[in-house]
């Protein structure tokens, strides 16, 4: 079963992004173009009641997310740390006006948001490969390749993905700068984003 996320990221400059853009136009097949709010959440309590049912969430590392669009809104579980080179993912689709009663139901399982994010996507189908152009809202611009694969793939297919990355022309972000701009962003986003 192939539910590995592999991907390769990297953060660009403005100037970057609109000539990747326009490369991309032209040699890619473009796939959409979407408008995302995304928020993670963390466990902020235990919950007595799984926890009394030996709960399966106890000591699982990863991350909950939803996610919507203008069409339609998603329930995302990424295994393992943020950043990582590949995790399993699982990812559930529901209607977009139910968005506002799941997370609701999260804060009353015990969770909180962690951090919010507004972001302009553009997705690509380039070479037997999802390529995505982000323009994060106070986070900044970013490309990320990725394939999905299966366990013990993701070592090869993560270095075809740095590959085609310094293919096209992109220096590849260190892990570290990315957990030092995500820990800057999760402790001010509200102030960033004016909330």
């Not at 996507?121 to 999802?130: A, E, F, H, P, S």
């Amino acid at each position: 079963m192939k539910n590995i996320e592999i991907e390769v990221r990297s953060f660009i400059s403005q100037k970057a992004y609109k000539r990747l853009r326009k490369k991309l136009d032209k040699e890619a097949k473009f796939l959409k173009s979407v408008n995302e709010e995304t928020i993670y959440f963390r466990a902020e309590r235990e919950n007595k009641v799984l926890a009394n049912r030996g709960s399966y969430f106890k000591g699982i590392e990863g991350d909950l997310r939803l996610r919507r669009d203008r069409d339609q809104a998603f329930v995302i579980f990424k295994k393992g740390k943020i950043h990582d080179n590949s995790r399993e993912e699982i990812e559930i689709k529901f209607d977009r006006k139910d968005f506002e009663k799941i997370k609701k139901l999260f804060v009353n399982l015990g969770s909180r948001e962690v951090v919010k994010w507004f972001r302009k996507r553009r997705v690509y189908q380039w070479k037997g490969t999802k390529v995505f152009l982000d323009d994060t809202k106070g986070y900044g611009f970013i490309i990320e390749l990725e394939k999905i694969g299966k366990v013990g793939e993701g070592r090869k297919i993560h270095q075809q993905l740095e590959n085609k990355l310094k293919s096209l022309g992109v220096k590849i972000t260190p892990k570290e700068v990315f957990e030092k701009k995500f820990e800057y962003y999760k402790k001010n986003w509200q102030k960033i984003l004016g909330k």
